[in-house]
């Protein structure tokens, strides 16, 4: 019913910045809670951000408090990951996720890869 695109990840030494997207269709997009998350190699699927439908509350892992920004542009049907001051550890696979009660569907994912 819902698809989710991500896109933006590649390649970035430690300390530098990536801005990811997530391109939503197939459901009135301001409904929809969205969040971040992602997997590293060998480790489970972990929680890094989360906005509501309207963007009023939002909340962050830890490990990501005050370098990540999760936001969103309800016009665009658009939630973005704003990444600053990455760090190796920050390397994974993120994913976009949308939840409403009786959904939950997840996008394929986009590769982050942070060098020292």
């Known amino acids: 019913q819902v698809q989710l695109v991500e896109s933006g990840g590649g390649l970035v030494q430690s300390g530098g910045s990536l801005r990811l997207s997530c391109a939503v269709s197939?459901?009135?997009?301001?409904?929809?809670?969205m969040s971040w998350y992602r997997r590293a190699p060998g480790k489970e699927r972990e929680l890094v951000a989360g906005?509501?439908?309207?963007?009023?509350?939002?909340n962050y892992a830890d490990s990501v408090k005050g370098r990540f920004t999760i936001s969103r542009d309800n016009a665009k049907n658009t939630v973005y990951l704003q990444m600053n001051s990455l760090k190796p550890e920050d390397t994974a696979v993120y994913y976009c996720?949308?939840?409403?009660?009786?959904?939950?569907?997840w996008g394929q994912g986009t590769q982050v890869t942070v060098s020292s």
């Open positions: 996720n949308a939840h409403r009660v009786n959904l939950d569907s």
């Open positions: 197939g459901f009135s997009f301001n409904w929809l809670v």
């Open positions: 906005i509501s439908g309207s963007g009023d509350s939002t």
